[in-house]
Protein backbone atom coordinates (compact mmCIF):
# COMPACT_ATOMS: atom_id res chain seq x y z
CA UNK A 1 0.00 0.00 0.00
CA UNK A 2 0.80 3.76 -0.68
CA UNK A 3 0.29 6.63 1.48
CA UNK A 4 -0.30 10.14 -0.33
CA UNK A 5 -1.77 12.80 2.49
CA UNK A 6 -5.28 11.17 3.27
CA UNK A 7 -5.21 8.62 0.38
CA UNK A 8 -4.04 5.00 0.55
CA UNK A 9 -3.09 3.79 -2.97
CA UNK A 10 -3.36 -0.28 -3.72
CA UNK A 11 -0.07 -1.20 -5.58
CA UNK A 12 -1.93 -2.84 -8.47
CA UNK A 13 -2.64 0.98 -9.01
CA UNK A 14 1.33 1.50 -10.09
CA UNK A 15 1.92 -2.48 -10.77
CA UNK A 16 -0.85 -3.43 -13.45
CA UNK A 17 -1.06 -2.71 -17.24
CA UNK A 18 -4.18 -1.66 -18.12
CA UNK A 19 -5.27 -0.03 -21.21
CA UNK A 20 -9.21 0.00 -22.40
CA UNK A 21 -9.98 -2.23 -25.57
CA UNK A 22 -13.28 -0.95 -26.56
CA UNK A 23 -13.49 -3.00 -30.09
CA UNK A 24 -12.80 -6.00 -28.24
CA UNK A 25 -14.62 -5.58 -25.07
CA UNK A 26 -17.74 -3.50 -26.42
CA UNK A 27 -17.95 -1.33 -23.42
CA UNK A 28 -19.01 -3.88 -21.06
CA UNK A 29 -18.38 -1.75 -18.09
CA UNK A 30 -21.20 0.19 -18.69
CA UNK A 31 -23.40 -3.13 -19.30
CA UNK A 32 -22.62 -5.60 -16.15
CA UNK A 33 -22.09 -5.37 -12.69
CA UNK A 34 -23.47 -5.53 -9.53
CA UNK A 35 -25.53 -2.72 -9.55
CA UNK A 36 -25.38 0.93 -11.60
CA UNK A 37 -22.63 3.19 -11.21
CA UNK A 38 -21.40 4.89 -7.78
CA UNK A 39 -22.65 8.44 -7.38
CA UNK A 40 -21.28 11.53 -4.97
CA UNK A 41 -24.34 13.49 -3.27
CA UNK A 42 -23.48 16.09 -5.70
CA UNK A 43 -23.62 14.15 -8.82
CA UNK A 44 -26.73 12.82 -7.82
CA UNK A 45 -27.68 16.89 -7.91
CA UNK A 46 -26.18 17.21 -11.17
CA UNK A 47 -28.18 14.15 -13.17
CA UNK A 48 -31.23 15.46 -11.98
CA UNK A 49 -30.60 18.76 -13.14
CA UNK A 50 -28.52 17.44 -16.68
CA UNK A 51 -31.79 15.42 -17.35
CA UNK A 52 -33.40 17.68 -19.88
CA UNK A 53 -30.17 17.94 -21.93
CA UNK A 54 -29.30 14.05 -21.21
CA UNK A 55 -32.38 12.85 -22.32
CA UNK A 56 -32.27 12.74 -26.31
CA UNK A 57 -28.83 11.17 -26.32
CA UNK A 58 -30.01 7.96 -24.71
CA UNK A 59 -31.95 4.56 -25.90
CA UNK A 60 -35.99 4.35 -25.20
CA UNK A 61 -35.89 1.69 -22.70
CA UNK A 62 -32.98 4.14 -20.78
CA UNK A 63 -35.05 6.98 -20.69
CA UNK A 64 -38.11 4.45 -19.39
CA UNK A 65 -36.30 3.78 -16.62
CA UNK A 66 -35.02 6.61 -15.79
CA UNK A 67 -38.28 7.99 -16.04
CA UNK A 68 -39.92 5.60 -13.90
CA UNK A 69 -37.07 5.53 -11.05
CA UNK A 70 -35.17 8.43 -11.07
CA UNK A 71 -32.03 9.95 -12.61
CA UNK A 72 -30.46 7.98 -10.29
CA UNK A 73 -31.37 5.02 -7.49
CA UNK A 74 -30.33 3.10 -3.98
CA UNK A 75 -28.58 -0.40 -4.67
CA UNK A 76 -28.63 -3.38 -2.66
CA UNK A 77 -26.04 -1.33 -0.26
CA UNK A 78 -28.04 1.76 -0.14
CA UNK A 79 -25.65 3.35 -2.39
CA UNK A 80 -26.35 5.88 -4.85
CA UNK A 81 -25.97 4.50 -8.23
CA UNK A 82 -27.66 4.91 -11.52
CA UNK A 83 -30.38 3.03 -12.66
CA UNK A 84 -30.23 -0.16 -14.88
CA UNK A 85 -32.35 -1.53 -17.69
CA UNK A 86 -33.46 -4.78 -16.79
CA UNK A 87 -30.77 -5.42 -14.07
CA UNK A 88 -27.60 -5.47 -16.53
CA UNK A 89 -26.83 -2.22 -18.62
CA UNK A 90 -26.50 1.26 -16.97
CA UNK A 91 -29.92 3.56 -18.14
CA UNK A 92 -27.35 6.09 -19.27
CA UNK A 93 -25.50 3.73 -21.98
CA UNK A 94 -26.29 4.44 -25.86
CA UNK A 95 -24.92 2.09 -28.51
CA UNK A 96 -22.68 2.94 -30.97
CA UNK A 97 -21.58 0.85 -33.72
CA UNK A 98 -22.69 -2.09 -31.06
CA UNK A 99 -20.38 -1.00 -28.33
CA UNK A 100 -21.88 0.49 -25.05
CA UNK A 101 -21.05 3.82 -24.88
CA UNK A 102 -22.04 6.97 -21.81
CA UNK A 103 -25.03 9.40 -23.22
CA UNK A 104 -23.71 11.83 -20.72
CA UNK A 105 -20.74 11.89 -22.22
CA UNK A 106 -21.22 11.69 -25.69
CA UNK A 107 -23.72 15.03 -24.64
CA UNK A 108 -20.47 16.58 -22.71
CA UNK A 109 -18.43 15.91 -25.91
CA UNK A 110 -21.05 17.79 -27.83
CA UNK A 111 -20.74 20.89 -25.28
CA UNK A 112 -24.20 20.55 -24.36
CA UNK A 113 -23.99 19.46 -21.08
CA UNK A 114 -20.10 20.21 -18.40
CA UNK A 115 -20.24 17.32 -16.34
CA UNK A 116 -18.56 14.64 -18.34
CA UNK A 117 -19.93 11.63 -16.58
CA UNK A 118 -19.73 10.13 -12.81
CA UNK A 119 -16.03 9.91 -11.63
CA UNK A 120 -16.55 6.27 -10.39
CA UNK A 121 -17.34 5.54 -14.85
CA UNK A 122 -14.22 7.67 -15.67
CA UNK A 123 -12.03 5.98 -12.51
CA UNK A 124 -13.20 2.42 -13.83
CA UNK A 125 -11.37 -0.11 -13.22
CA UNK A 126 -10.22 1.98 -10.06
CA UNK A 127 -12.66 2.48 -7.28
CA UNK A 128 -12.30 5.28 -4.73
CA UNK A 129 -13.83 4.68 -1.00
CA UNK A 130 -14.16 7.57 1.49
CA UNK A 131 -13.97 6.51 5.52
CA UNK A 132 -13.43 8.65 8.13
CA UNK A 133 -10.44 11.21 7.40
CA UNK A 134 -9.41 8.70 4.54
CA UNK A 135 -10.02 7.24 1.14
CA UNK A 136 -8.51 3.92 -0.72
CA UNK A 137 -7.66 3.64 -4.52
CA UNK A 138 -7.84 0.25 -5.44
CA UNK A 139 -8.16 -1.49 -8.92
CA UNK A 140 -10.44 -3.90 -9.53
CA UNK A 141 -9.37 -6.63 -12.11
CA UNK A 142 -12.54 -8.15 -13.62
CA UNK A 143 -12.90 -10.59 -16.15
CA UNK A 144 -14.68 -8.20 -18.45
CA UNK A 145 -11.77 -6.15 -18.54
CA UNK A 146 -9.66 -9.37 -19.94
CA UNK A 147 -9.07 -7.61 -23.38
CA UNK A 148 -7.66 -4.52 -21.86
CA UNK A 149 -5.22 -6.47 -19.40
CA UNK A 150 -3.65 -7.50 -22.56
CA UNK A 151 -3.73 -4.10 -24.59
CA UNK A 152 -2.07 -2.46 -21.48
CA UNK A 153 0.51 -5.56 -20.73
CA UNK A 154 1.15 -5.47 -24.95
CA UNK A 155 1.81 -1.49 -24.93
CA UNK A 156 3.03 -1.01 -22.09
CA UNK A 157 0.63 1.41 -19.65
CA UNK A 158 0.22 1.35 -16.15
CA UNK A 159 -3.37 1.68 -14.65
CA UNK A 160 -2.18 5.27 -13.11
CA UNK A 161 -0.66 6.22 -16.74
CA UNK A 162 -4.32 5.05 -18.64
CA UNK A 163 -6.25 6.27 -15.70
CA UNK A 164 -4.13 10.10 -15.08
CA UNK A 165 -6.78 12.16 -16.33
CA UNK A 166 -9.65 10.89 -13.77
CA UNK A 167 -7.30 10.46 -11.21
CA UNK A 168 -6.28 14.57 -11.51
CA UNK A 169 -10.21 14.99 -11.31
CA UNK A 170 -10.71 12.63 -8.45
CA UNK A 171 -7.77 14.14 -6.40
CA UNK A 172 -6.07 16.68 -7.72
CA UNK A 173 -2.45 17.87 -9.87
CA UNK A 174 -0.27 17.74 -6.52
CA UNK A 175 -1.34 14.29 -5.47
CA UNK A 176 -1.52 12.75 -8.65
CA UNK A 177 2.65 14.18 -8.90
CA UNK A 178 3.44 12.70 -6.09
CA UNK A 179 2.06 9.01 -7.60
CA UNK A 180 4.20 9.93 -10.13
CA UNK A 181 7.15 10.05 -8.21
CA UNK A 182 6.01 6.96 -6.21
CA UNK A 183 5.46 4.80 -9.12
CA UNK A 184 9.30 5.76 -10.15
CA UNK A 185 10.58 4.46 -7.05
CA UNK A 186 8.33 1.51 -7.11
CA UNK A 187 9.83 1.08 -10.73
CA UNK A 188 13.63 1.25 -8.56
CA UNK A 189 12.96 -0.69 -5.59
CA UNK A 190 9.31 -2.43 -4.93
CA UNK A 191 10.87 -3.68 -2.22
CA UNK A 192 10.48 -0.51 -0.41
CA UNK A 193 6.75 -0.81 -0.78
CA UNK A 194 5.91 -4.25 0.78
CA UNK A 195 7.17 -3.05 4.36
Not at 50 to 61: A, F, M, N, T
Not at 150 to 161: D, R, T
Request: hydrophobic content about 35%; glycine content about 8%.
Amino acid sequence: MLRIGDTIFSLDILEKKFKCDLPRCLGNCCRYGDSGAPLSEEEVDTLKEIWPEVKPYLRPDGIEVIENEGTSVRDFENDQVTPLVGNEECAYAILDNNVFMCGIEKAWSEGKISFQKPVSCHLFPARIKRYSGFMTVNYQELSICHSAVGCGKAEGIYVYEFLKVPLIRALGEETYSELLIAAKEFKRNPRIFNH
